[in-house]
Each structure stands twice: as C-alpha cells, then as structure tokens.
C-alpha cells in the first residue's frame, strides 16, 4: 500500500450519502464514553455477581490487554495491509486503512467510528465467549477477557491518535519515528503501533542500515501539530 502523494490536510471522501459519511468519522471521547462504563460493568459484575476472585479476574485482564498486542501486529500486517487484487477487495482495504495512509492526519478517522467498531466488537465477545465456554464450561470468563482485550485496544488506539496529532515526547521519539517511516517511507515495514517488539521478533522493523534511514527520521517528524 503505497501512494505518491500522501495529502497531511485532506480528508478522503469514502461515500457519496452525506448519512454514511458521517457514520465513518468519530472523536475519541465517543469510544471512551462508549467502551470504558461497558468494560468497567463486565468485570464488575464477573466479580460481584459471578464471584470471579480477583486474583483471576487480575491475571486474565492482563494477559487480554497484552494479547491485544499480537493482534494488532497480524491484524495491521495482514488484513490492513491486504495486496486485494479485485475492485471491491481494493475497495474495502481503502475503506478500512488506505485512506489512513494517503490522509495520515485525519483526525476524525484516527478512532475506529461507533457503528462499525460495536459490530466488530460484538462479534469479537461472541468468539471469546464460545472460548471460554468450550475451555471452562462457561461463557464468564469472557466478561473479564473481553474488558482486558478492550483495554489494549484503547491504549493502543490512543497511541495512534497520539503518534498522528501530536509532537512526540522526549522518551516516545523512537516509537513516533517507526510509525512515521511506516507511513512515509517504508509501508511493508513497521506494523506495531503501541509497541515495535512484534516488529523486532518477526524483522518487520525498519532497519537503520538502509539508506537515506537517519534522513527519513527527521524528514517523517517534519510535520504540522495543527493538520
């Protein structure tokens, strides 16, 4: 996925119907207004009503929130970035991440808009509930796996957000600076977001022996916080 001309101000236009348009922008206080008061419910009520201990619900939330990490990495690599050879496959790649590559600081698109996002989600509870029931005998442990797996996911988004709408701090520059390169320089390369060691374990990282690196560093960073 690659295009010649990567537009910091613009916006893509993804629909001709003003309606569905609207439905693929989003701020991230709706993601959080929307995702936060459900999680906190669902461990909440694992705990109180289901009587999960919370040594259980602590180590199982965890392990979720880090599990999000290796989906992120396969979900970027291999879905995101799908080489679609028909209209329509180039057509929902676009959809879902190309346009994020030709209009990288499009903030209204940086979070995953309410609609869509609560379809996948509800299809994702659903496969960790099946899980849970087929190795437990029960679908609760979900309520706990689902919060954890939700919680890595908003870490990471806010990440992105962060990376594409902001300077990046002092101690952050390294992992601004991958990200950038995978936008501006090298799109095969790069696939962590919230976290570049799935890029070091599967040498996916934007190495810095090949040429013009140190340049493409600096030249990746050169943008405006105001886009």
């Known amino acids: 996925m690659r295009y010649n001309k990567i537009d910091n101000r613009g916006q893509a236009r993804l629909f001709t119907n003003n309606f569905l348009e ?7 206080w709706v ?14 009520y694992a705990h109180s ?53 030709e209009y990288p600081r499009d903030k209204m698109r940086l979070f995953m808009p309410p609609l ?16 849970s029931y087929i190795l437990t005998g029960t679908g609760h442990y979900s309520l706990i796996y689902f919060p954890g797996f939700i919680t890595g996911y908003l870490m990471y988004v806010s990440m992105h957000y962060a990376i594409h709408a902001y300077k990046p701090p002092k101690y952050l520059k390294a992992l601004w600076r991958i990200h950038h390169l995978h936008h501006y320089k090298y799109p ?25 690196y140190k340049a493409d560093q600096e030249s990746s960073l050169n943008y405006r916080s105001d886009g």
């Not at 993601?31 to 909440?44: A, E, H, Q, T």
């Not at 259980?56 to 990495?73: C, N, Q, R």
Request: net charge positive; aromatic share 20%; proline share 5%.
């Open 116 to 131: 869509p996002s609560v379809i996948i989600a509800g299809v994702v509870f659903s496969v960790f509930y099946v899980f």
């Open 49 to 101: 009503v289901l009587e999960i201990d919370p040594v259980t619900i602590g180590w199982l939330f965890v392990f979720a929130m880090f599990s999000w990490t290796l989906f992120e990495y396969l979900a970027h690599r291999y879905l995101f970035h799908f080489d679609a050879s028909s209209k329509m496959g180039k057509r929902i790649v676009y959809i879902f991440h190309g346009n994020h590559h």
């Open 31 to 44: 993601i959080y207004g929307l995702y936060i008061p459900l999680c906190s419910y669902m461990v909440y």
């Open 22 to 28: 609207r439905l693929t922008k989003t701020r991230p």
């Open 188 to 212: 095969e390369k790069g696939f962590g977001v919230s976290s570049t060691f799935l890029d070091y374990v599967f040498r996916t990282l934007p190495q810095k022996e090949q040429p013009d």
